[in-house]
Nanobody, 117 residues
Framework: QVQLVESGGGLVQAGGSLRLSCAASGRTFSIFAMGWFRQAPGKEREFVARIRWSGGSTSYADSVKGRFSISRDNAKNTVYLQMNSLKPEDTAVYYC??????????WGQGTQVTVSS
């Protein structure tokens, strides 16, 4: 099992930036990829971005391409989500997830991001 702790959420005005962090502990050797997801009120959880733990290849949801950037620090077992040019529609609870064996196996508790217009 991998334990994940997110931080860095908060309230920001539209056009602003935030950086989320997710620190992993436990069976981190089993991690194949790390991802960020978000869930807005009344909506289903959706994919935001992912990064392979080895090699660092990334992928993004179309809605955040060019504005968000995912990165990782393997030495610190931490993944980051840099969010720029934030929009009110980015308001959601953001969750970090650890992927292994083709599935997202562990989730963090979530961190609230609120973008005011």
């Amino acid at each position: 099992q991998v334990q994940l702790v997110e931080s860095g959420g908060g309230l920001v005005q539209a056009g602003g930036s935030l950086r989320l962090s997710c620190a992993a502990s436990g069976r981190t050797f089993s991690i194949f990829a790390m991802g960020w997801f978000r869930q807005a009120p009344g909506k289903e959880r959706e994919f935001v971005a992912r990064i392979r733990w080895s090699g660092g290849s990334t992928s993004y949801a179309d809605s955040v391409k060019g504005r968000f950037s995912i990165s990782r620090d393997n030495a610190k077992n931490t993944v980051y989500l840099q969010m720029n040019s934030l929009k009110p529609e980015d308001t959601a609870v953001y969750y970090c997830a650890a992927g292994a064996s083709g599935a997202w196996i562990d989730w963090g508790q979530g961190t609230q991001v609120t973008v005011s217009s």
